[in-house]
């Protein structure tokens, strides 16, 4: 068995994110769905989660509106990181995963480059470096 990576000593650095299709691996560390719905045609054996937090996704009202306006990022981002404010026991949760280690918040998204972990993944690491959490 290869060596696991080494784990950051800044727990604003173990939060990763990664998409639901790909390949679960042991570097992942915790690996927490972070979207609303179940990601389509993954098997909960593959998609091999410690955890489902629906509540931290964007509300149902947000992820629709980004599904249809798809070329507003920059709103996107800034509504979603309002509504991560007002989810602050969530936060905490996830800063507490990245105490103890590296985690990664899963996504369902085709899109890698512009989706709800990338924003979930940079408020979090935002916070815990700020010591907020």
């Known amino acids: 068995m290869p060596p696991r990576p080494p784990v950051p000593d800044d727990p604003a650095e173990r939060v990763r994110i ?3 299709y790909r390949a679960a691996r042991v ?13 389509r045609g993954v ?12 509540d931290i ?6 992820r629709e509106w980004f599904h249809d306006h ?4 920059d709103v996107f981002r800034s509504r979603y990181e309002t509504e991560l404010t007002e989810r602050g026991d969530l936060l905490r949760e996830l800063a507490g ?5 590296i985690v990664t918040l899963v996504y369902a998204s085709k899109d890698e480059e512009h989706n709800n972990a990338m924003v979930l993944r940079d408020h ?10």
Do not use: F, H, T
């Open 18 to 20: 990664k998409r639901a």
């Open 70 to 73: 798809s070329d507003q990022w």
């Open 27 to 39: 570097s992942d560390g915790r690996r927490i769905l972070v979207d609303r719905l179940w990601p």
């Open 57 to 62: 996704a964007p509300s149902n009202g947000l």
């Open 124 to 133: 979090l690491s935002r916070r815990i470096s700020r010591k907020e959490i």
């Open 43 to 54: 098997s909960k054996d593959r998609a091999r989660l410690d955890g489902w937090i629906k």
């Open 97 to 101: 995963y990245a105490q103890d280690g």
